[in-house]
């Protein structure tokens, strides 16, 4: 199994508006396999938005480098970054972020569109996300008609659809109850590991942890593996 992504000493330094300095990250040194499923758990406060924020390069660290596939993310030029994060990455949130005018199908197909891919192309793959979903009865619903965890499952098709390499997850069962929760979790789990997606996924719930192939414990602003 190939590295994906790392983290390079990676440290994140906040001004606390007293003059001094608030430490979230602290020099993390972590690889991420191919293929693989992480969980990143910890306290509220404890850093993993910001860690996965970093990870996908939607915030810049304070000092260190994330390094994707042998290149230093943060090198690259604004519009080439945003470009890598449309391309190779798909990002899950606790909030499903649907737009509430748009049917599932057309919410899943605007990555898609996005990148300029033809509309035949972008429906057929949205179809298939969202069937292997359990959503193909739901293609045409508007959110407001959607429960909490079809929503949800809509934003994992969506956030698919392009065929990132690595997916994002930050709390994204928080706003569900703990069974649908559960199952939105295995089918995200399921649908990466299928692919050979790497999965991160950031958590406060040790049984969504368990789930995944790797356990990681965010405290203090340092990684620590659980035989740690």
Known sequence: MSELICLKQVSKVYPDGNGKELHILRQIQHSFTAGQSYS????????KS?????????????Q?????????????????????RSKALGFVFQ?????????????????QLILGAPNQQAKARAITLLDRLGLAE?????????????????????????QPQLVLADEPTGNLDPQTGKIVA???AEICAADNRTLILVTHSPDLAE????????????MRLPEE
């Open 40 to 47: 990143v758990i910890g306290r509220s406060g404890s850093g």
């Open 50 to 62: 910001t860690l996965l924020h970093i990870l996908g390069g939607l915030d810049h660290p304070t």
């Open 64 to 84: 260190g480098e994330v390094i994707y596939l042998g290149a230093p993310i943060f090198k690259m030029k604004p519009d080439d970054l945003a470009d890598w």
């Open 95 to 111: 909030a499903h972020h649907l737009l509430p005018d748009f049917t599932a199908l057309e919410n899943t197909m605007i990555p």
């Open 138 to 162: 739901r293609l045409h619903h508007k959110p407001s008609t959607l429960s909490g965890g079809e929503q949800q499952r809509v934003a994992i098709a969506r956030a698919l659809v392009n």
């Open 186 to 188: 295995e089918l995200l």
């Open 211 to 222: 789930q995944m192939n790797h356990k990681i414990h965010l405290e203090q602003g340092q």
